[in-house]
């Protein structure tokens, strides 16, 4: 199975800190994404990208950024957090071929501000 | 903006029992449809994935898709306490791919 490594598992940051949650992917998926999950809102997305150099808004982009250096690694950067970006993070990575294909989730990063 | 609509939001079923959850996209360009699972504390793990209209049978788990109606639903027959989770859908092909908000499934022994 696809694996998806996030770091770190888990954070704690003040209001105004930068966050970085990193994610590596070791299955060559050209896609990745980042998403949040909070209780009663199910899993929404932030950012994702196509490939290495691309990244594209989401459904919640405000407030985050995106980095996709190379084809195994996708940065979700919190440059002012605020308390109301507490939620965990999950990545996730696929292939989409012919409409359809496999998402393959890291274990989640859990972001408490403070 | 395309949505998927889930239901119930929670369903309690009999160990041994049948469990049938919901979902429905708004957006007529879907192809798939996806449903996972995510139990308490863990990352979602995809359970299957259908497009073609009719229905798809892996073990204790059925999926049904009705492409004119953009609705498919997930099966559970002979549910186990290990079922117990959130089953999430989503829809999308490549690019922004969206998620329901889920449906929690308590299976009691």
């Known amino acids: 199975e696809a694996a998806v490594t996030q770091s770190p598992r888990n954070k704690v940051a003040v209001t105004g800190g930068k966050v970085t949650l990193s994610c590596n992917q070791t299955n060559n998926h050209n896609n990745m994404y980042w998403y949040r999950q909070d209780t009663g809102h199910g899993l929404r997305l932030i950012h994702y990208s196509y490939g290495a150099g691309s990244t594209e808004k989401g459904d919640i982009p405000d407030g985050y950024k995106a980095s996709r250096p190379s084809q195994e690694n996708f940065s979700l950067i919190l440059e002012l957090a605020t308390p109301s970006q507490t939620s965990v993070y999950f990545c996730?990575?696929?292939?989409?071929w012919g409409g359809g294909g496999q998402l393959y989730f890291g274990e989640g990063s859990k972001l408490t501000v403070l | 903006q395309q949505k998927v609509q889930q239901s119930p939001e929670s369903l309690i079923v009999p160990e041994g029992g049948m469990a049938s959850l919901n979902c429905t996209s708004s957006d007529r360009n879907v192809d798939y449809f996806w449903w996972y699972r995510q139990h308490s504390g863990k990352s979602p793990k995809m359970l299957m994935s259908i497009f073609s209209n009719g229905e798809k049978e892996e073990g204790r788990f059925t999926v049904h898709l009705n492409k004119a109606s953009l609705h498919t639903s997930l099966h559970i027959r002979d549910s186990q306490p290990s079922d117990s989770a959130l089953y999430l859908c989503r829809t999308g092909n490549t690019g922004k791919l969206i998620f329901g908000l889920g449906t929690t499934l308590q299976v009691q022994p």
């Open positions: 996730a990575s696929g292939d989409f």
